[in-house]
């Protein structure tokens, strides 16, 4: 049973590049999450998608980033233009909307490094 | 504003003893409570959960208690084992949905 799936695990890409971090929830899972860890700000969270649909993007630091989930398998995380600052992991994470636990199943993360 | 805050950042507990993580939070509209256990270079995984209508929640070697009226929940571990050495971080909730984290508590067990 696949948990969920982010790529690429690490990348490394100079200021003003665009980046792209994408991923594959838990099959059946309905709400979707992106992450954002730093040692100054922890584990913070950036948007979350339930059934597709942004619900809350009020962490989103400002109008570089922008998050899309197209479909119930995918979602992509994009910086563009990329800045030193946003150097971090990030992870998604997925869950199912009304379980009884409350919890989230996170990915591996990607490790974004920006010269 | 920190509304989830874990104010030790790390302990170091004895193999066989009991490990107790605090958390403490700020806001009272909170009603989902969890624990999670990261390793180096993997994503946090879900530990145990306890719903604010619950004090204690309990699954294996694990247990969470919650004392709403102190806006304070703890984890134990008991007996802590090498494997547990980690970083766990607390996290909140209203309404199962958006989790607010705090910093993480470094945990290492000594054999």
């Known amino acids: 049973d696949a948990g969920v799936i982010q790529s690429p695990r690490h990348e490394v890409t100079e200021m003003g590049q665009e980046v792209t971090l994408r991923c594959k929830p838990i099959?059946?899972?309905?709400?979707l999450f992106w992450y954002r860890q730093t040692m100054m700000r922890g584990l913070e969270l950036l948007i979350y998608?339930?059934?597709?649909?942004?619900?809350?993007d009020s962490g989103m630091p400002e109008d570089r980033f922008s998050a899309k989930m197209p479909n119930a398998s995918f979602s992509t995380l994009k910086i563009q233009p990329s800045e030193p600052r946003d150097s971090a992991v990030y992870f998604c994470?997925?869950?199912?909307?009304?379980?009884?636990?409350?919890?989230?199943?996170f990915g591996p993360g990607t490790r974004l490094t920006v010269t | 504003d920190q509304q989830v805050k874990q104010n030790s950042p790390s302990l170091s507990v004895q193999e066989g003893r009991i490990s107790i993580l605090n958390c403490d939070y700020t806001?009272?509209?909170?009603?989902?409570f969890l624990w999670y256990k990261k390793y180096p270079a993997e994503g946090p995984t879900f530990l145990i959960s306890?719903?604010?209508?619950?004090d204690k929640n309990e699954d294996g070697r694990f247990t969470v208690f919650l004392n709403k009226s102190a806006k304070h929940l703890s984890l134990h571990i008991v007996p802590s084992q090498p494997g547990d050495s980690a970083v766990y971080f607390c996290?909140?909730?209203?309404?199962?949905?958006?989790?607010?984290f705090g910093q993480g508590t470094r945990l290492t067990i000594n054999p």
């Open positions: 806001n009272s509209m909170f009603d989902y």
């Open positions: 996290a909140a909730s209203q309404g199962a949905q958006k989790l607010v």
């Open positions: 994470a997925s869950s199912l909307s009304g379980s009884p636990k409350g919890e989230q199943y």
């Open positions: 306890i719903s604010s209508i619950k």
């Open positions: 099959s059946g899972h309905n709400s």
């Open positions: 998608f339930n059934n597709n649909v942004p619900i809350d």
